[in-house]
């Protein structure tokens, strides 16, 4: 059975850090590309970045130079660090993995990132 669960969301102050966690199993981790998601109310769902088997990222403009997604293959974990927050990165935030990055076999059940003003 595939799971995928995040951790690490929560409230914190403009210009602060969060480090979201998304632990996987029942996948061959090490040959999927990982992705990190968002959604904030009323929005469509926007990818954030991801991150290729190889390790290549890739990140969405709104937040380049401030995210960070890493891997780590021995412990089937993919993380999002997030730096200088701000209000508008609040959302509920889904990593996601499949077999290339253009594929989003399994997600998770997403954590909720809110930033204050």
């Known amino acids: 059975q595939v799971q995928l669960v995040e951790s690490g969301g929560g409230l914190v102050q403009t210009g602060g850090s969060l480090r979201l966690s998304c632990a996987a199993a029942g996948i061959d981790f090490s040959l999927n590309a990982l992705t990190w998601h968002r959604q904030a109310p009323g929005k469509q769902r926007e990818l954030v970045a991801y991150?290729?088997?190889?390790?290549?990222?890739t990140y969405a403009d709104s937040v380049k130079g401030r995210f960070t997604i890493s891997r780590d293959n021995a412990k089937n974990t993919v993380y999002l660090q997030m730096s200088s927050l701000k209000p508008e990165d609040t959302a509920v935030y889904y990593c996601?993995?499949?077999?290339?990055?253009?594929?989003?076999?399994?997600w998770g059940q997403g954590t909720q990132v809110t930033v204050s003003s």
């Open positions: 991150i290729t088997g190889g390790g290549t990222t």
């Open positions: 996601a993995a499949g077999r290339n990055v253009a594929r989003r076999d399994y």
